[in-house]
């Protein structure tokens, strides 16, 4: 009974993603029935004997659970269903049949694997984590050569070799070269976390600046995102003048005791001339 559930919600799940747009709405209850039916028949976790039929159908829908959760912006759910294809992707051996091959060498490859490892790179990166980055990287099933062909793959390893660069305007250009849709949310993630740098840059770098400036160096293209995300900074927009303030600057200027290190100096200089 639940094998035959499994294939019939299967089938519309498949259609409602694939529809145009997606209906993601129909697709997150398909999607939280069918782990249902997964847990129930054992296959989000597999362990044992299953048909390839069933595998490929377990292994499909947790990799479209993995798409629609970037597309709703859940990116914890993302890191579930990236986690729950371990088993199918990687060569891990069967717990109880270990003479058995492993799920992901009797499984045909699927195309959606390297787009989801793609964005699995770019979440790490998000996270600042670059050692885990590496790590993932080299434990790749691909040689040397062939990651670097992979679009899926050498669009992360790009965006981590300009970040460590500070070449931030191509990391805003990658956003337009993402190999699959999907990219584009992590992209905009990242540049938040890009703004914030730049934007400490500017406020120990800077009194003020115009908005023009302001908002090509922070990559925005219209004026409201700029006031938005002054306004969550701190920072005074005159408009009527069209420049910012960086309010932080200021604070820190005020709080240097001019008057105290010049006489400091002072008494520094006598003591160097009765010394000689």
């Known amino acids: 009974m639940s094998s035959s559930k499994l294939h019939t919600l299967h089938k519309e799940l498949v259609r409602a993603f694939a529809s145009q747009p997606s209906d993601l709405k129909t697709s997150g209850r398909l999607l939280a029935e069918l782990k249902v039916v997964l847990i129930e028949t054992g296959l989000i976790f597999p362990q044992g004997e299953y048909s390839p039929r069933?595998?490929?159908?377990?292994?499909?829908?947790?990799?479209?659970?993995?798409?629609?959760s970037i597309r709703t912006r859940d990116v914890p759910s993302f890191d579930r269903y990236f986690s729950q294809?371990?088993?199918?992707?990687?060569d891990l051996r069967q717990v109880l049949c270990c003479p058995h091959p492993s799920y992901s060498t009797i499984l045909p490859p699927?195309?959606?694997?390297?787009?989801?490892?793609?964005?699995?790179?770019?979440?790490?990166?998000?996270?600042?984590?670059?050692?885990?980055?590496?790590?993932?990287l080299e434990s790749l099933p691909l040689p040397a050569d062939e990651l670097v062909a992979n679009p899926f793959i050498r669009h992360p390893v790009n965006l981590e070799r300009w970040l460590m660069e500070g070449s931030y305007s191509?990391?805003?250009?990658?956003?337009?070269?993402?190999?699959?849709?999907?990219?584009?949310?992590?992209?905009?993630s990242l540049m938040?976390?890009?703004?914030?740098?730049?934007?400490?840059?500017?406020?120990?770098?800077?009194?003020?600046?115009?908005?023009?400036?302001?908002?090509?160096?922070?990559?925005?293209?219209?004026?409201?995102e700029l006031l938005e995300f002054a306004k969550e900074r701190g920072w005074q927009v005159n408009l009527t003048e069209g420049v910012i303030t960086f309010s932080q600057k200021g604070e820190e200027k005020l709080e240097i005791p001019k008057e105290k290190l010049i006489a400091n100096n002072?008494?520094?200089?006598?003591?160097?001339?009765q010394i000689v």
């Open 85 to 90: 294809l371990q088993t199918f992707y990687n």
């Open 170 to 188: 191509k990391v805003w250009n990658a956003r337009e070269e993402a190999p699959a849709e999907e990219y584009k949310f992590f992209v905009d």
């Open 54 to 68: 069933d595998l490929v159908i377990a292994r499909e829908i947790l990799e479209i659970g993995a798409f629609w």
């Open 266 to 273: 002072l008494i520094y200089a006598r003591e160097l001339e």
């Open 192 to 224: 938040g976390t890009i703004r914030n740098e730049i934007a400490s840059c500017e406020e120990a770098a800077y009194e003020s600046l115009p908005i023009k400036d302001a908002a090509t160096l922070l990559f925005f293209k219209s004026l409201s």
């Open 110 to 136: 699927s195309e959606r694997e390297f787009p989801i490892r793609g964005l699995n790179l770019i979440r790490l990166l998000i996270q600042n984590r670059i050692a885990d980055f590496h790590t993932t």
